[in-house]
């Protein structure tokens, strides 16, 4: 096998913010041989394929952006999609990243080639090879739809809110939301107002905790731009609170009442009415379920026009949904807040390292990898916010980022060496998985809750159970101890 000769040639899986951040950071350190393949007809990610009302980052933008690219200009505290989206297409073009996107391009499948140490891959649109291989497919970028009986005898308009129907008008419209997620407690308060009725379909409710959104004033933008600083500050600053957040999920979980006092008194300062009040409170721990961050969502509960039910959904029927009770509850348009099939990581592409074994059969059934980045067998591999790197709280861009820097450690020392691959020993994969597994246990996600974290097993392949100062610290360097040079 030849060693990589020069730069390494660099393919990378998906154009979110995981795909053009890696192309970035790579170009900022001279790389060139960068070709990024996304599957939509636009770069974005989750920005670009979440278009519903009232949709924005639930992380306040300084913190959710980059951290080179740090952007005084945001319109409020917690930025819009649209302007996410716009942020990181002008992210794309200013660093060079934009040309070496391959829009519309579905990669299928990745082969490492043993013979000549290269990634091959099958895509949509004929094969390419690459010495080394970055996939930033998300973790939310594959809608679940949940099997529903009925669901496909609706006769109205039915989509998912990551497939938001523009052209379906809903001025007036008797309108059913099945699931109360981040999506849904953002989109319900922005549609309530224009919609006849509102149902909102509920299986178990989630804390939340105030929001606090606001607008950016001029004068504010101003003294971000004129002092860089503030805004490095600020940043700072909301990521101490979230470390904050993070251990009270994690390894400090006294950490938590204050949260759950604070959100119960979110609900019962807009609710009065006990029966509502019941159905919204949780009975999990604050943290088991994603903690949701809201302004607005008890106070449209209240509307006149809103019913939270939260009888069982027996069946869809061609006008309406049944309860498990019998009652049908007529509906024009029917919208899907169900979340994602968060943890197929790579899916529905098949990657196969040494001796053909592919990364399904690596995994068995447990998405596994060393510091969510690294899997043995899969030579210059490098995964983006792969298995383990999602959290309780903390901005996706930051653990992104670091998962990227670890990935160029690992480039530039097969550079620096003249290796032809840089490959993590099983027996590193194999101390790091006993490790993140016994912390694990101690965390609020494995107290019982339904979660998009923890399988029917009980595994969780999703969260990483420490702070992200960690995170960021060991992705920083490649340990000669854990990888081999060959
Ligand atoms: C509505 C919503 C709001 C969110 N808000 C926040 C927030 O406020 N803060 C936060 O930290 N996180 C948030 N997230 C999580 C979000 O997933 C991350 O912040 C981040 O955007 C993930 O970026 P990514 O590039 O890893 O994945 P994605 O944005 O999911 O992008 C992956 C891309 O890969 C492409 N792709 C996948 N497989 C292939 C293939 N085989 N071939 C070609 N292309 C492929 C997909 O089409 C997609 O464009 C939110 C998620 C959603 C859905």
């Given at each position: 096998?030849?060693?990589?000769?020069?730069?390494?040639?660099?393919?990378?899986?998906?154009?979110?913010?995981?795909?053009?951040?890696?192309?970035?950071?790579?170009?900022?350190?001279?790389?060139?041989?960068?070709?990024?393949?996304?599957?939509?007809?636009?770069?974005?990610?989750?920005?670009?394929?979440?278009?519903?009302?009232?949709?924005?980052?639930?992380?306040?933008?300084?913190?959710?952006?980059?951290?080179?690219?740090?952007?005084?200009?945001?319109?409020?505290?917690?930025?819009?999609?649209?302007?996410?989206?716009?942020?990181?297409?002008?992210?794309?073009?200013?660093?060079?990243?934009?040309?070496?996107?391959?829009?519309?391009?579905?990669?299928?499948?990745?082969?490492?080639?043993?013979?000549?140490?290269?990634?091959?891959?099958?895509?949509?649109?004929?094969?390419?090879?690459?010495?080394?291989?970055?996939?930033?497919?998300?973790?939310?970028?594959?809608p679940s739809i949940p099997p529903i009986p009925g669901l496909d005898e609706f006769e109205g308009p039915a989509f998912h809110t990551?497939?938001?129907?523009?052209?379906?008008?809903?001025?007036?419209k008797r309108v059913a939301v099945i699931g109360t997620g981040c999506s849904t407690i953002?989109t319900a308060?922005?549609?309530q107002?224009?919609v006849a009725q509102l149902d909102i379909y509920q299986r178990s409710p989630g804390w939340t905790?105030?929001?606090?959104?606001?607008?950016?004033?001029?004068?504010?933008?101003?003294?971000?731009?004129?002092?860089?600083?503030?805004?490095?500050?600020?940043?700072?600053?909301?990521?101490?609170?979230?470390?904050?957040?993070?251990?009270?999920?994690?390894?400090?979980?006294?950490?938590?009442?204050?949260?759950?006092?604070?959100?119960?008194?979110?609900i019962?300062?807009?609710i009065?009415d006990p029966e509502l009040r019941a159905k919204v409170t949780p009975e999990d721990?604050?943290?088991c379920k994603r903690?949701m961050?809201?302004?607005?969502w008890y106070?449209t509960l209240t509307e006149p026009n809103v019913e939270l039910v939260v009888d069982g959904i027996d069946a869809v029927t061609p006008h309406g949904v049944r309860t498990a009770n019998g009652a049908e509850r007529p509906a024009d348009v029917l919208v899907l807040g169900t979340g994602f099939k968060?943890?197929?990581?790579?899916?529905?592409?098949?990657?196969?390292?040494?001796?053909?074994?592919?990364?399904?059969?690596?995994?068995?059934?447990?998405?596994?990898?060393?510091?969510?980045?690294?899997?043995?067998?899969?030579?210059?591999?490098?995964?983006?916010?792969?298995?383990?790197?999602?959290?309780?709280?903390?901005?996706?861009?930051?653990?992104?980022?670091?998962?990227?820097?670890?990935?160029?450690?690992?480039?530039?020392?097969?550079?620096?060496?003249?290796?032809?691959?840089?490959?993590?020993?099983?027996?590193?994969?194999?101390?790091?998985?006993?490790?993140?597994?016994?912390?694990?246990?101690?965390?609020?996600?494995?107290?019982g809750c339904t979660s998009w974290?923890v399988d029917e097993?009980?595994?969780?392949?999703?969260?990483?159970?420490?702070?992200?100062?960690?995170?960021?610290?060991?992705?920083?360097?490649?340990?000669?101890?854990?990888?081999?040079?060959?």
């Amino acid at each position: 096998m030849g060693a990589v000769r020069g730069q390494p040639s660099v393919a990378i899986v998906g154009g979110g913010f995981g795909g053009i951040g890696a192309a970035v950071m790579l170009r900022r350190e001279g790389y060139d041989d960068i070709t990024v393949f996304e599957r939509s007809e636009r770069i974005g990610g989750v920005w670009q394929a979440n278009t519903y009302p009232g949709i924005a980052c639930d992380v306040p933008s300084h913190l959710y952006e980059f951290s080179f690219a740090p952007n005084p200009d945001w319109s409020r505290r917690y930025a819009p999609g649209a302007e996410i989206q716009a942020y990181m297409e002008d992210v794309a073009r200013r660093y060079g990243v934009l040309e070496r996107v391959r829009l519309g391009t579905e990669v299928e499948r990745a082969t490492f080639d043993e013979d000549r140490g290269r990634w091959v891959l099958e895509t949509s649109a004929g094969t390419h090879e690459a010495d080394v291989l970055v996939t930033a497919c998300g973790q939310l970028s594959v809608p679940s739809i949940p099997p529903i009986p009925g669901l496909d005898e609706f006769e109205g308009p039915a989509f998912h809110t990551a497939e938001w129907r523009d052209d379906v008008e809903l001025d007036g419209k008797r309108v059913a939301v099945i699931g109360t997620g981040c999506s849904t407690i953002q989109t319900a308060p922005a549609i309530q107002s224009k919609v006849a009725q509102l149902d909102i379909y509920q299986r178990s409710p989630g804390w939340t905790i105030p929001k606090m959104d606001f607008e950016y004033s001029k004068r504010a933008k101003w003294l971000f731009r004129r002092f860089p600083i503030l805004q490095r500050l600020d940043r700072a600053l909301i990521f101490g609170f979230m470390e904050l957040a993070t251990a009270a999920v994690t390894s400090q979980r006294w950490l938590g009442r204050p949260f759950r006092a604070i959100g119960n008194r979110q609900i019962t300062s807009v609710i009065d009415d006990p029966e509502l009040r019941a159905k919204v409170t949780p009975e999990d721990e604050i943290g088991c379920k994603r903690m949701m961050l809201t302004d607005d969502w008890y106070r449209t509960l209240t509307e006149p026009n809103v019913e939270l039910v939260v009888d069982g959904i027996d069946a869809v029927t061609p006008h309406g949904v049944r309860t498990a009770n019998g009652a049908e509850r007529p509906a024009d348009v029917l919208v899907l807040g169900t979340g994602f099939k968060s943890q197929g990581f790579v899916a529905p592409m098949e990657i196969a390292g040494r001796g053909g074994r592919t990364l399904t059969e690596a995994w068995a059934g447990v998405p596994k990898a060393y510091l969510g980045a690294t899997v043995p067998g899969f030579p210059n591999m490098f995964l983006l916010y792969g298995p383990n790197t999602n959290g309780g709280a903390g901005s996706v861009i930051h653990t992104l980022e670091c998962g990227m820097a670890h990935a160029l450690a690992a480039i530039k020392k097969l550079e620096q060496t003249g290796a032809g691959t840089i490959e993590l020993r099983p027996d590193a994969a194999a101390a790091f998985d006993r490790e993140l597994r016994a912390a694990l246990a101690d965390t609020v996600w494995q107290t019982g809750c339904t979660s998009w974290y923890v399988d029917e097993a009980g595994n969780n392949p999703n969260n990483w159970p420490w702070l992200w100062s960690t995170y960021r610290r060991r992705t920083a360097e490649v340990d000669p101890q854990a990888y081999e040079l060959a």
